[in-house]
C-alpha cells in the first residue's frame, strides 16, 4: 500500500510566519508614530482675541477719507504674546496666541474702531492716500507685559509712532500706554493688554483732529 503524507496545519509554513511578523511590526509602527503625532507633549495652544473697544459716534462733517498703515519693529511682528524682561530678552508667555501677527491685529482694531467714530468718511487700510486724503503710517514700539527681577509681570505696555499726514502738513504722532497686572494669571495679563489696547484707541481720534483739524475747525 502505498503511504499517504498528511500536512500539520497546527503548524504554519515558516514563510509565511514571516509575513504575518513583518506585517505585525509595521502595523506596530505605524500605531506609534500615529502616537506620537496626536500625543506630542506640547501644552494645547491658546489664542486670545483682542477687543475692538466701543466708540460713541461723532456728529457734524466728517473728515475726509483716513488711510492707515502699521508695522511693527523686529521682535513684534509676531502673534506670540511676549514678555520683556529686565535683561532686554523677549519671552513667549506659555503657549499663548494672538489670532494674527501683530500688524494685522491693530490694522483691523484701529480702522473698525475709527470707523465707528464716524469722524472720517471713511477708514481705510493701505499705504498710499490719494490727493484729499489723510495717511496715518504707525509702527508698534512696544506691545508686552514688562518682568521684574523675580520673572513676574508688573504691567503691561504699548507703544506706537508714527506720521500723520493731511494736506501738505505732516506731523509725528505717539501713543503711550502701561496698565499694571492684577496677578500672575495669564487671563490677567490678557486683560492688561486689552486695558491698553482700550486707552490707546480711545485717545486716538482726538491725537489725529488736533493734528488735523476736522472741517470747520481751527
Not at 500605531?31 to 489664542?47: E, F, I, N, T, W
Not at 487700510?125 to 520673572?151: K, N, V
Request: proline fraction near 6%; glycine fraction near 6%.
Amino acid at each position: 500500500m502505498a503511504a499517504t503524507t498528511t500536512s500539520d496545519s497546527s503548524n504554519p509554513h515558516p514563510a509565511r510566519l514571516r509575513v504575518v511578523r513583518s506585517v505585525a511590526m509595521l502595523a506596530c509602527a505605524f500605531l506609534a508614530a500615529c502616537s506620537s503625532v496626536l500625543d506630542s507633549g506640547k501644552p494645547a495652544r491658546q489664542v486670545y482675541l483682542l477687543q475692538t473697544p466701543s466708540a460713541q459716534a461723532a456728529t457734524g462733517t466728517p473728515a475726509p477719507v483716513l488711510v492707515i498703515s502699521v508695522t511693527a519693529v523686529p521682535g513684534l511682528d509676531t502673534d506670540v504674546i511676549m514678555a520683556l524682561g529686565d535683561d532686554s530678552r523677549l519671552v513667549p508667555v506659555a503657549n499663548a496666541h494672538w489670532p494674527d501677527h501683530m500688524p494685522e491685529v491693530f490694522t483691523s482694531i484701529i480702522r473698525r474702531y475709527l470707523s465707528e467714530t464716524r469722524r472720517f468718511r471713511a477708514v481705510q487700510e493701505g499705504e498710499i492716500a490719494r490727493p484729499g486724503e489723510w495717511q496715518l503710517d504707525l509702527e508698534l514700539q512696544a506691545f508686552y507685559g514688562i518682568l521684574d527681577s523675580s520673572g513676574s509681570t508688573t504691567s503691561v505696555q504699548l507703544k506706537m509712532e508714527g506720521l500723520l499726514q493731511c494736506g501738505d502738513d505732516q506731523q509725528v504722532l505717539r501713543l503711550a500706554e502701561e496698565s499694571g497686572v492684577d496677578s500672575d494669571s495669564l487671563a490677567s495679563l490678557v486683560a492688561a493688554h486689552q486695558r491698553v489696547v482700550d486707552a490707546a484707541m480711545r485717545g486716538l481720534p482726538d491725537r489725529i483732529t488736533a493734528i488735523c483739524p476736522a472741517p470747520g475747525q481751527s
